[in-house]
């Protein structure tokens, strides 16, 4: 079985500081990850994805993440923080090696993040 | 513009009394899904559709249905709804694009059964 840990609830930041929200996976085969957003009542957002290359992978509004396949971590980043940046963040995986069942993410808890004056 | 629509975004009901809460896409996928979103459980699938006449359960299907007449249409089922389904649903859409395609989101529908 597929699963994702988001192991802090919160993370607060200030503007302009570097922002890092964690994401752990747990995959039988080749991890397939994704990091989605959402905004006060609103629906979840694409933000980026990893699939395979190059471990750093950039996506909407600056956003990044590093693969690490050793510590099967998938950590979201931004070099500096806005206040509009505050949000829900929630990482997800997929398992690449399995056929069938749809295009089923697995989501970790979700990480809200704040970001401050 | 390119969009899941779910209905109703908000709905107050009481236990037993049937509901449905439909989607719809407009981007011509063939993948679509339910998914309920919980304080500290985060997003959790219902029920998933890889195609029209093509449906299948995902990790918490009790208390549900869906059906899947049309491609652009998703809706969720609630037969006698109880409190415990009260909750915030996800429908989702995306191509099957070999598994690597990200999920469109609806806005969500906030359910309360009293």
């Known amino acids: 079985a597929q699963s994702v840990a988001q192991p802090e609830d919160q993370v607060n930041v200030a503007e302009g500081n570097p922002l890092t929200v964690k994401c752990t996976y747990s995959?039988?085969?080749?991890?397939?990850l994704f990091w989605y957003v959402q905004y006060p009542n609103r629906g979840l957002q694409f933000l980026l994805k990893?699939?395979?290359?190059?471990?750093l992978v950039k996506g909407s509004y600056g956003f990044e993440a590093e693969f690490n396949k050793s510590q099967t971590s998938f950590h979201l980043k931004k070099p500096s923080a806005l206040v509009s940046d505050s949000a829900l963040y929630f990482c997800?995986?997929?398992?690449?090696?399995?056929?069938?069942?749809?295009?089923?993410?697995?989501f970790g808890t979700g990480t809200q993040l704040k970001v401050e004056l | 513009e390119a969009q899941v629509t779910q209905n109703p975004r908000y709905l107050i009901t009481v236990t037993g009394k049937k509901l449905t809460v439909t989607c719809s896409q407009n981007?011509?996928?063939?993948?679509m899904s339910w998914y309920r979103q919980d304080p500290g459980l985060g997003l959790r699938q219902i029920y998933y559709?890889?195609?029209?006449?093509?449906?299948d359960k995902g990790d918490v299907p009790e208390g549900y249905k869906v059906s899947r007449k049309e491609k652009r249409n998703f809706p969720l089922i609630l037969e006698s709804p109880s409190p415990n389904q009260t909750s915030l649903y996800f429908c989702?859409?995306?191509?099957?694009?070999?598994?690597?395609?990200?999920?469109?989101f609806g806005e969500g529908s906030r359910l309360t059964v009293l």
């Open positions: 989702a859409s995306s191509f099957r694009q070999g598994n690597t395609g990200e999920l469109f």
């Open positions: 995959v039988s085969g080749n991890p397939y």
């Open positions: 990893y699939i395979t290359g190059d471990n």
């Open positions: 997800a995986v997929r398992d690449g090696g399995v056929t069938g069942g749809g295009n089923k993410l697995t």
């Open positions: 981007m011509n996928h063939e993948y």
């Open positions: 559709s890889m195609n029209v006449e093509v449906t």
